[in-house]
């Protein structure tokens, strides 16, 4: 039985305030995938901001859920921003190198290095 996939937006002591914190908990599959859209395109908002995703508590992502993932991308780089992806286990790690999503998300071991990824970097346009 899948699970409920919970975003929680993460209070950021760690990230400055352009950078959005997202955590994710549960199972992603194709029962849940459109609810997971809905809420994580609410908790992205309108504002422009780069994007880190902690999948930390995600325990599977089946290919309508990476879908998703891909969708959430389009709309931050669409705005200009920049999206990471931190400590996916390791199964969704292999996928993701196996298929190149890897750089395109720029998956990082943990939160602290994707925010310090993300800071690092030269800012971009809004």
Avoid: W
């Avoid at 996916?88 to 993701?96: A, G």
Wanted: with cysteine; proline share 5%; charged share 20%.
């Amino acid at each position: 039985m899948t699970t409920v996939v919970h975003v929680t937006i993460v209070p950021g002591d760690d990230a400055p305030e352009v950078i959005l914190l997202v955590a994710l908990a549960g199972e992603l599959d194709y029962t849940n995938a459109e609810r997971f859209r809905h809420d994580l395109h609410e908790a992205v908002g309108s504002e422009p901001r780069d994007l880190v995703i902690d999948l930390t508590e995600l325990t599977f992502c089946d290919s309508t859920g990476i879908q998703v993932l891909l969708g959430v991308r389009r709309l931050v780089q669409a705005r200009g921003r920049r999206i990471a992806l931190a400590n996916p286990h390791q199964r969704l790690k292999r996928l993701f190198h196996l298929t190149g999503l890897a750089e395109a998300f720029g998956v990082q071991p943990t939160v602290a290095l994707a925010v310090e990824a993300m800071t690092s970097q030269t800012p971009l346009e809004t």
